[in-house]
Structure formats: C-alpha cells, structure tokens
C-alpha cells in the first residue's frame, strides 16, 4: 500500500490499548517505525507486551450511490497486520532505517548530509515481524454506477 502513516495498537498494563500514527516501512515482511526513546506509553507496552496491531489506510473517494444523504460510500483500501514487535538496539540497522525512510518521505532538499543521524540515540526504532495480515477494499463504482445516473438507494422506508 501506498499509504502516508499508519497506527500500531499496544495494550497497555491496564489492559487498555495505546494507539500511536507512525510513518513507517514495510520490507521482507517486517513493519518498521521509530519514535522518541523515551519511556512512555508505547515503549513501557511494548516492552511488558510484544503482540502489536498495526493499521493503514488510503481513503480514495467519497461517492453518492442513492437520492438521500445518507446514501453515500467511501471507496478505500485498507490492511491491518498482527505480530510481534522488538526494538532494534544495532546502530547500523538504525541507520539503513533512516536511510530507507528519508528515500520514502525525505523532501530532497539540496545541501543537507544525506546519512548523517546526529540524534540516532534519542530514537527507538522498532521492528514488527509479521505474522498475520489482512486487508479490505471497496472500490469507487464508474460514474455509470454512482447516482444519479444508477439510484441504489439503501434507506429504510425509500420513497421514490
């Protein structure tokens, strides 16, 4: 998928999930992603508990496909992946992950270093192998299909 971030779900201790938007990779089945090495929520989850969830999107298009309001679509791809996550400690692997991840969000800006990571300790990388992956789509019907030109109005009670 070609979707901008995605969202990895922890539990918590107290059994509540933790929801974090991360930009991420996904190469060799693995999920990577990095965020502070602080010890909050995320990290403090993913170190009690290893089983993650993870989530993207891409929203294509809203369409109408009846006469009412209500009667209207969304056109999306989405894929949800479970596994288990562990922090990537090797400082070259840390590294090869930002060189992959600016080549995917990077703006290209000329006259900056390119490989060079001053702040590479004040970050945790974290790497999900993944074990489980599915996904849903629903494709945006052709304009023949979409209202007005086809009324597949779906509310109760319908009048014409």
């Given at each position: 998928m070609r979707a901008y971030c995605g969202r990895i779900a922890s539990v918590g201790a107290d059994g509540w999930p933790y929801l974090?938007?991360?930009?991420?990779?996904f190469e060799d089945g693995e999920i990577t992603v990095h965020n502070s090495a602080a010890r909050g929520h995320f990290r403090l989850n993913v170190e009690r508990e290893s089983r993650v969830c993870f989530e993207v999107d891409e929203p294509v298009k809203v369409f109408d496909y009846g006469r009412f309001e209500c009667d209207t679509g969304l056109a999306y791809?989405?894929?949800?992946?479970?596994?288990?996550?562990?922090?990537?400690?090797?400082?070259?692997?840390?590294?090869?992950?930002?060189?992959?991840?600016?080549?995917?969000?990077?703006?290209?800006?000329?006259?900056?270093?390119?490989?060079?990571?001053?702040?590479?300790?004040?970050?945790?990388?974290?790497?999900?192998?993944?074990?489980?992956?599915?996904?849903?789509?629903?494709?945006?019907?052709?304009?023949?299909?979409?209202?007005?030109?086809?009324?597949?109005?779906?509310?109760?009670?319908?009048?014409?």
């Open positions: 974090v938007p991360l930009l991420y990779l791809r989405s894929a949800i992946a479970w596994g288990r996550i562990r922090i990537v400690e090797d400082r070259a692997a840390k590294s090869r992950f930002f060189d992959a991840l600016l080549a995917k969000y990077g703006t290209g800006t000329s006259g900056r270093p390119q490989g060079f990571y001053p702040r590479l300790d004040e970050v945790t990388v974290y790497a999900i192998a993944v074990e489980r992956l599915t996904g849903k789509h629903c494709p945006l019907p052709p304009l023949a299909e979409q209202w007005p030109a086809l009324d597949r109005t779906k509310s109760p009670n319908a009048r014409p």
